[in-house]
């Protein structure tokens, strides 16, 4: 399975993917993840990265579509992966397009997660990351509406639309059956 989850910050969509990897056995490719793995590391690109994610500004395409491409060629990205915040750029999904298809390979679905600003921006608060103070958060949403929103026009046809307000287990739940899948079981 070959999976985007799509969705404004604060959506859920590493829990959800976090999940729904164990289910499928694929991995959570994360793209803020990856980032802050290496702004942790100090590596070179950590360096580059930090400051876009200090202010809440995506990190050049160029940058972040090597890093993609390099993780999905580790050898437990080869049956399916679910990507989780990546592409965020129309420019990234011409990129993403690029690199499946040079892999021979197509995307099963994309799964956008919605619900209203003030729940996201509540949600984001409790969490309480480094980069979760109210100025950042609400400037997270603006660059995703302005930037991300259009790449939802790429995938048309793909698209399942899940709302993401309730419990974690009412949505996974939501999740599967918008992915046609059973519910029940567990590959755990
Ligand atoms: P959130 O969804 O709460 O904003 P993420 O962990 O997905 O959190 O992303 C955190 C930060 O990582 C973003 O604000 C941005 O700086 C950077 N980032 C993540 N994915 C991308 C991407 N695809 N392109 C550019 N920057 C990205």
Redesign the pocket.
Known sequence: MRILLMG???AG??TQAEILGRRLGVPHV????L??DHVGRRTPLGRE?AR??DA??????RV?TDMVRHRLDQPDAARGFLL??????VR?AHALSAILSARGEALDAVVEFTAPEEVLVRR?LARGRP?DTEDVIRH?QR?HHRETVPVLGHYAGLVRTVEAVGTVEDITARTLRALGLPEGVSTR
């Open positions: 404004p910050p604060g969509k590493g994360s793209t803020g993840d980032f802050r990265a876009f994610l809440g500004e995506l990190v050049p395409d972040t989780d915040g990546f592409p965020r750029t990234q984001l980069d997270r660059v």
